[in-house]
């Protein structure tokens, strides 16, 4: 069998990531390795055939794009969407619809958590992928005629629409290796690496949390086993990949696993890595254990000073947790990466002012100021829906801004654009913040991918034009 992965270019070259979660453009200079066309990638067998063909990545032109695709002959497609370039990668699909008229197509896609889209996409395609981890790639490249018909697990088709239809319950799976050496492209760059070479691993899809400001809250956890992430290991230590991206949204969950991986990567291996960290997963020792087994950084959800006030979106995290992990973060020289969040619907000019300060008065390494969105499947998209702000057919939302920022009831989305550029000029040009970072520089890669992500970053702060 012989299996297609697509990602269509971005207009403009943008640095667009495409998941079935939450999609994005890169704040800096960027670009994620497509993690879900990574695990999809797992169920490959002996003897099957993949391919990627990625214009985001390599800057393919349009008809680069369509010379690259046009000599495939492919048994499945799977093609990525994006809620940030709908309409661009809606063409793009068409085009390809057209050429590949006999073969199973199967879609992922932020997008596609919203019904409209859903039952649009369902009439050109064979499905839409929601759990990866699930898939029965046989049974799907078998779909050929039988577009939507089919009840496939982890998938929506035309016969069972609801992608998730199980409670948010934690599922355990065996898996293969996913095929790494596909995704091992330039084009790809993890901004915290210390080197430009890397490999994304998941030790759990999905995320047990329940933030209803995120996408994710709805996507119940799916988890691999420790001896399937350990085989993973070896085979990238083979490839010689000393560099990774746990993409767990909250690694370390749950507990039983990770405890005696992380015991097994500090004796075997010598990777250096970075992951996203839940600030109520906190323990001194397991933050220990990560250190021991190579993590350099860590990237933890903040969101706003005012954390208690969070309980709002059933986001229940505790601050002294918070600053006690960024202080013992800091003691174990392992950079920390804050994300928050400016403008969520509860919040007033004073309260995001707040956030910013409070950003600036901790040891950190990095913050991410994220602009409260519409994000697809977030209570701030249904609220600004039900209010007419926003109507079917209009993306370009995303945590950047970038493309557009709706603004909330108490901040208008000029204003909260000047506070974003303002919070990232403040934060990363303080002299002490530059020289934290350099003592932190261990060698000219390292220096390099840091410098071109800060330019980026600074540039496209300065840069942004406001859409709405
Ligand atoms: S913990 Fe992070 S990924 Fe999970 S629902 Fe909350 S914000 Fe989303």
Redesign the pocket.
Known sequence: MKILFIIPPSSGHRRIVRNIDCSHESKADYLWQPNDFLILSSFAVPGDETALIDGTADRLSDSEFRQQYSVEKPDIIFYAFSFVCWETDLAYFSQIRAIFSETPIFVIGDIFLEQDYRELILKSCEGIVFVPYLIDLKKMAGAKGARGKLDLQGVCTAAETVPFKKPKHVMRIKRNTPRHELFQKKGYIFPFAKRFRFATVTTMWG?????A?????NISPVVSSREDVLIELEHLREMGVTELFFAD??FGFPKENIRPLLKEMAERFRFSWTC?F?PQLYDPELLEAMRDAGCHTIII?IDSANIPSLALYN?HVNKDKVEALVAHADRLNISVCADLILGLEHETLSDVEKTIGYALSLPLDFASFNIASPLPGSVIRKKVLKEGRLSFGEGGFDTSGKTGIIGSSRIDSETLRKLRTKAILKFYLRPSYLMRRLRKTGSLEHLQIQLLQMIALLKGALGQTEKK
Request: with cysteine; glycine share 6%; aromatic share 18%.
């Open positions: 995320c047990p949390f329940l933030c400001y995120c996408s994710d809250s949204k909250a996203y839940h959800g986001r």
